[in-house]
């Protein structure tokens, strides 16, 4: 019994054996399949491939040297291809705006005249407060401090520049000091004529407060086209005008064929259909401690959707002189194929993309004017006279003028200074060029030849000055510039199809046939594989 129990135990053993051996073989042969499977399909398609190169390693009787070779060749190539279509996605990516001139000729009457500021020198007018003598007196009244005080609000002489003695936080009574002091409109212009056709200066101009003080502005938008609700310079009283604005920065004017618009606008180039004025200013008016000693006004040609910023950039007219400004406008627009595009990568934003806190509208200038007020209120604690605010937000006064000059100076130095406003151009830019000539305007001798002739006797304040200035464009046409597509994305593709047939022989065929061979031709031989493999 015992033997026979060893010889079944025996048997039993060679029989699990000889199932363990067959399971083996069929895996060993399944693997074998599939690899054998994956090596002809791969095979194959060298041999029928499109590709450059391949077809040599997929033939039978080539040696493993020539196989190696072309496969190096292959792989070198698809580098050499890869590194090419990574540089012009880079390109791409980075910057895909073509910046172009049009070709057609833009006539001037199909944009605004520019905005013209005008800013005095004086700034406290001597006839009113004699800054000069409240500063030098010894025992001075509480309202001579007072006044000395607002007044070196607005004063900009390097004698009172660096004096910061003072209240730190000004009020609604100190600005109207400053309107109080200031040269009036009729004051300074004695007459002025747009368009052929004369007028009284407060017809055209109104009263701005600016970084240079009260200024005078011809076509600037109205505080409320300009400001936003909340903003403390909406109601006012400067900025204030009745144009109704009838034209948009992108667009264009609602009515091209309009006889009167706001902006006003040019109807062709010449002084006639310009801008003329004459500017008169008394000597006894400058106060030589209050501001430089310099005769005439500043003069500054922006946008009218733009608040100005005279001090940084502005040009002299100078007093007994005929001026004249010639004209060159400079237009960027933006392809609406590129509204697609991040702000970032096209470099510019469309109106609708960039809501300003103060502004309506969005212009680079604008938006560094908003910038450099939040940066001067974050380390001052207040806000310039001339800076848009809310409600709550107070006005610096003469003892914050050191801090204020310190924000202003290091505001586009610091990291948190302009680098961070993000303040990109507008994708409608309109600006100005300008090319000045002047000469001696002998206005006095020309009166006392006329009175002489008409038998009076012509006296005349030797303090006063007299100045002609006219602007116009110099041109009817100017040709505008345009940001439009560098790389779309067809021509991008088209970039990286010609790279990948130069180097590769490849085809958007070829793309179907990698897919068909490792997919559904693969698929195919595994399942057909299977039916015809015998049974163990």
Known sequence: MLSRKIKMDASITKKDDFVMDIEDDKKILKTNGFLHIIKTNSMEFCRSTSLHGLQYVGEEHRTITERLFWLLSFFISLIAVTYFIVQVWIKWNTNPVLVTFSEVATPVWEIPFPAITICPEVKVKSTVFSFSDAYYKENKTDEEKKKLEQSKIVCNNVYTIFDFEGRDVATDEDLDF???????????????????????????????????????????????????????????????????????????????????????????????????????????????????????????????????????????????????????????????????????????????????????????????????????????????????????TSICGAGKRECIQFAADSFTTDDDGLDTCNCIPACTEITYDVETSQATFKWEESMKASMKGEGLNFTMSESLKLSKVAFYYKDSQFVSSRRGELFGPLEFLASCGGLMGLYLGFSFLSLVEIIYFFTVRLCCNLRTNKKTRPTP
């Open 178 to 392: 400053i309107d109080e002091v200031a040269l009036k409109l009729d004051e300074m212009c004695s007459r002025s004529t747009w368009g052929g056709i004369e007028s009284d200066c407060d017809e055209l101009f109104t009263t701005v407060l600016t970084d240079d003080g009260l200024c005078f502005s011809f076509n600037i938008l109205a505080s409320e086209e300009l400001f936003r609700n909340g903003t403390v310079q909406r109601n006012q009283k400067h900025l204030n005008h009745n144009e109704t604005l009838d034209w948009d920065l992108e667009t264009g004017y609602r009515d091209i064929n309009a006889k009167t618009t706001f902006p006003r606008r040019a109807l062709t180039s010449g002084a006639r259909s310009g801008l003329s004025m004459f500017l008169l200013i008394m000597d006894i008016e400058q106060d030589p401690i209050c501001s430089f000693p310099i005769d005439g006004v500043k003069v500054l040609l922006h946008n009218p959707t733009d608040y100005p910023i005279v001090v940084e950039q502005h040009f002299r007219v100078p007093l007994d002189r005929d001026v004249v400004v010639g004209i060159k406008p400079r237009v960027m627009t933006t392809s609406e194929s590129l509204r697609s595009y991040e702000p970032e990568r096209r470099r510019c934003y469309f109106s609708s993309e960039r809501q300003l806190r103060h502004f309506s509208i969005y212009t680079q200038q604008n938006c560094e004017m908003e910038c450099l007020t939040n940066y001067t209120v974050s380390e001052c604690g207040c806000a310039a006279y001339y800076m848009p605010r809310g409600q709550g």
